[in-house]
């Protein structure tokens, strides 16, 4: 029986050297030491908190601004203008009140609002300037360590080709296939091969014939095996529209199981049952579909369940769900391998909304999302 678990990760590739453990850079390493003395030092900064995360040891990289360099480059600003003198000092002072967000746009806020007190006046004289603190930001924040030359030019040369340019979380940049295609034909094929290829394998799992040739194979083996398929991606620092797939054929599931192991079942799929669940089974779809159930067995569970599904949407739908299911329960978004791609390191697919990002590896670059939505596809059901 073949289990195709995708391996849980956010960022490590196939045939990848493996990592050694992480050093945390020196501001890391400043910060630790400070936090570790507790009231012997007061720990400073202004962070992004969460612009990627590393599943092999479990921790969240934050990016560090540069408060001197934000300081002196807001300077020169109407903010900073229009600021009163306590303001100014606050600025001056920016870097000891251990300001912190999750992107940028909400960091420029979180400063706008310790800048001015809290005090509706003073935020209305300076919101209108808001612009000016996050380009500030922006000049203050080097790019995340692990980027590399190469893959910071990948990235400059696509972000002006987006449509819309986003540094938020939960809302990447837009970028149409035609112009993805006027930054690198190899990125727009390498997108449109792979989106093509998933397209055929989910016609392939809306087919009873699919899981009749195979039946000792999960759902989740029939959506994953051949293709450059990586893992679910976890979404982990919440770059993309974070939502939650529930299952469908569960209830489906246990009430099959249910039905054959009593006395108006088949026969034979009567007696399988009860040996691997028991006379009363209480099971899940991913249990019988990953069970020593024999062949004839899994055959009338794939047609009288997985095929009730109405459409071939739902049971491709399905059986991506059953693969993320390894790595994270009802995660919607599928992570692909993007080889020969012009610099782009991955593909990822959100199989509910029919949605395609691309992205260059360790990407956080002057606070931008690190994916770009590519649209102008065809539909992948």
């Not at 003073?122 to 300037?129: I, V």
């Not at 792979?194 to 959506?223: C, E, K």
């Not at 209830?251 to 006379?279: C, D, K, S, Y």
């Not at 697919?349 to 992205?359: F, P």
Request: aromatic letters at 8%; hydrophobic letters at 40%.
């Amino acid at each position: 029986m073949r289990t195709h678990e995708p391996v849980p990760t956010d960022r490590s590739r196939p045939g990848e050297p493996r990592r050694r453990a992480e050093q945390p850079s020196a501001i890391e390493q400043l910060l630790a030491l400070q936090r570790g003395a507790g009231n012997r030092a007061v720990a400073r900064f202004l962070d992004v908190q969460n612009i990627d995360y590393d599943p092999t040891s479990g921790r969240f990289h934050t990016g560090h601004v540069n408060a001197a360099t934000f300081v002196t480059t807001l300077e020169d600003s109407n903010f900073y203008r229009t600021c009163n003198p306590a303001e100014k000092a606050r600025v001056q002072n920016i870097n000891t009140a251990n300001l912190a967000a999750v992107d940028m746009p909400t960091l420029t806020d979180v400063v706008i609002q310790h800048v001015a007190n809290n005090l509706a006046p003073r935020l209305n004289a300076l919101t209108p300037h808001r612009s000016n603190v996050e380009g500030a930001l922006v000049v203050a924040t080097p790019r995340a360590p692990k980027v590399s030359d190469r893959e910071e030019g990948v990235f400059k040369r696509i972000i002006p080709k987006a449509t819309l340019k986003s540094r938020s979380k939960g809302v990447p940049s837009v970028i149409p296939l035609t112009d993805l295609n006027d930054v690198s034909a190899a990125m727009s094929n390498g997108v449109a091969t792979t989106q093509a290829t998933v397209a055929a394998r989910n016609q392939a799992l809306g087919q009873a014939a699919t899981y009749m040739a195979q039946p000792s194979w999960s759902t989740a083996d029939f959506a994953a095996n051949g293709l450059a398929v990586r893992s679910a991606h976890m979404n982990m620092a919440g770059w993309l529209v974070q939502h939650n797939v529930a299952p469908t054929l569960d209830l489906a599931a246990n009430n099959w199981a249910n039905h054959h192991a009593g006395p108006g079942g088949h026969a034979g799929t009567r007696q399988a049952i009860v040996a691997e669940f028991g006379v009363a089974p209480a099971v899940t779809a991913r249990d019988i579909e990953r069970s020593n159930l024999p062949d004839p067995a899994k055959r009338r569970y794939f047609n009288e369940v997985v095929m009730a599904l109405p459409t071939p949407r739902q049971r491709a739908t399905h059986a991506w769900r059953e693969y993320a299911h390894g790595t994270m329960p009802g995660c919607p978004f599928i992570e692909f391998t993007a080889d020969q791609a012009g610099g782009l390191s991955r593909y990822v697919w959100d199989y509910v909304n029919d949605a395609w990002y691309v992205g260059v590896h360790y990407n956080w670059i002057q606070g931008y999302n690190p994916f770009f939505h590519v649209t102008g596809l065809p539909s992948s059901f």
